[in-house]
């Protein structure tokens, strides 16, 4: 069994693009960067500006968490320090149901998925859950697979 | 058709050492394959008036000690002997390696400078730099914010997420990637610089490989070596004069598309944003990929340059697992690829080992991997749905 992900070995530091983002996800909020003007959204919330219409003013939506799984790797050698006695672990990207747009494009974030990372596939839905961390400051989101792959939204590609 | 098309020309190749045991400090290295590239061409470092390099670190986080880690315009300029008043120089970090080959044209073009030497210079860092895996807290702040939470700090993890994505989305198997890295491994076979030039490679000991990012694994990841590679250009006028036949400068391309995906890119937009690039070369040369005697496509991830063959339309998308399978990309096939043995197996130099075998195909100084009478063969490099940048060398102008 794979030991816990270590974050007293990474020292997160929110900044001004940030700290919002961090400060709802210790009330197990999930936020994405919305654009007033257009509606586009996306993350992480480090692009200060909206991709589309250029908007300098983003602000944020809170997502319900649920998504299916885009596409994953099973990490095998550790390269974060925090995660070396982690492996394997599944990182995914998840895309957002409730942020998908008009043209096809979708929200996607990534994350690590809990130990359920034998039943991980491309297509899966899936949901987040939160991870107290030693740092009272900082909260993890987290994934699990929610469902069967049946009736999946599909990405157009 | 690009103006400056058979204007300028590649007339020197010099290559230090490709080592993972170095021996002197990645500077010195430049300063060798930069002389080479000098002797090369049958010039003096004194008559070098143009200088360019992508001095970029291979990843975020690594070291920046100019002649340790990168080596950059001041570094060669201070200690190659060059022109006591060069003409120009330029530092590119947009596109990727063929970006200051092309820049160096261009300004040879305009009459800007009169020989330039362009060399990559890469270092293996140590494998724990940048992560500070086992040493304390280190910081994720800007972009490490939203990355190392994750575990997911390198590229090969995102490469891996992309040909999973791949194999889903087209159906394509392993199969594809062991044949690109055992074509690889063959040609290197024929490179006396190749890292893995004695070194074979069977089909076991691909699939017997250990993950390193599954579903990629050790195999499917360039080999980080220290090393550097130089080239000359100049004008075509100029090169001819010099020792070697000129591979001339037909067509460039750089990846100039939007992509959708940010931080995490994936698989999209590979199509797209390659073929802004391979439309920009194919139209700047008036040549297509049918006219190609051989490809040499960036491979830093095995993936990569099964991406390539179809976003520069050597293929339709979805048929490069197909495309690369039955002995069409050896030497001696329909298409060559990467033969002088890619990244993979000739080592980590990003895409100049790329741009040096483009060059000598077609001055018919390929050695045992020569493609009789090549005439036009292109070098291109990045991942398509990153960045990148391409050119075409020409036999004739
Ligand atoms: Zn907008």
Known sequence: MPAPIDYSKLRIVPDFDTAEWWAAAREHKYLVRQCPDCGHKWFPPIFPACARCGSLKPGWFQTAGKGVIHSYVVVVQPIVGAFIGTVPYVVAIIELDDCREAGGSVTRVAGVMLDDEPEVAIGLPCEVVYEETADPRIVMPRWRVSGSAANVWRFNE | ?397
């Not at chain 2, 390198?154 to 889903?168: C, D, E, G, P």
């Not at chain 2, 199969?175 to 491994?185: P, Q, T």
């Not at chain 2, 009478?373 to 391409?390: E, F, W």
């Open chain 2, 1 to 397: 058709m690009w103006q400056g098309r058979g204007k300028t020309a590649i007339a020197g190749i010099g290559y230090s050492e490709i080592t993972r045991k170095p021996e002197k400090p990645l500077g010195l290295l430049a300063i060798d394959a930069c002389r080479a590239a000098i002797a090369d061409a049958g010039l003096q470092a004194r008559q070098i008036d143009g200088l360019a390099t992508y001095p970029e670190s291979p990843f975020a986080g690594a070291g920046n000690r100019d002649g340790e880690d990168v080596v950059s315009v001041s570094f060669v300029l201070n200690h190659l002997g060059v022109a006591a008043d060069v003409n120009w120089y330029a530092q590119i970090e947009t596109g990727m390696i063929a970006s200051p080959v092309i820049e160096a044209a261009n300004a040879l073009i305009v009459g800007a400078c009169d020989y330039a030497l362009v060399w990559r210079a890469l270092h293996r860092p140590a494998p724990t730099s940048g992560s500070g895996a086992g040493k304390g807290a280190p910081r994720a702040g800007g972009d490490a914010q939203f990355i190392a939470p994750y575990g997911a700090a390198s590229i090969v993890q995102t490469h891996a997420i992309a040909w999973r994505r791949y194999m889903h989305r087209h159906g394509a198997t392993r199969e594809a990637l062991a044949a690109l890295a055992l074509n690889s491994r063959r040609n290197a076979n024929l490179n006396p610089r190749a890292f893995f030039h004695s070194t074979p490679m069977s089909r076991d000991d691909y699939f017997n490989a250990r993950m390193i990012a599954e579903p990629l694994c050790l195999y499917d990841c360039d080999v980080p070596v220290d090393g550097c590679v130089a080239l000359i250009v100049t004008t075509a006028d100029r090169a001819r004069d010099l020792r070697n036949r000129p591979a001339y400068l037909a067509g460039y391309g750089q990846n100039t598309a939007r992509r959708r995906a940010l931080l995490y890119y994936t698989l999209d937009d590979y199509m797209a944003c390659g073929g802004s690039l391979a439309q920009k070369l194919w139209s700047a040369a008036g040549l297509g990929p049918q006219e190609m005697d051989a490809a040499q496509l960036y491979d830093g991830f095995n993936p990569s340059t099964l991406y390539w063959l179809e976003a520069a339309g050597f293929c339709r998308e979805g048929e490069g697992a197909d495309f690369v399978t039955g002995g069409r990309i050896a030497l001696g096939g329909e298409l060559p690829v990467n033969t002088f043995g890619g990244s993979l197996s000739e080592g980590r130099m990003h895409g100049m080992g790329h741009i040096a075998e483009a060059v000598r195909q077609v001055t018919d100084r390929a050695e045992k991997r020569q493609i009789p009478g090549a005439s036009a063969v292109c070098a291109i490099d990045g991942s398509p749905m990153l960045r990148g940048s391409g050119i075409i060398v020409t036999r004739d102008p």
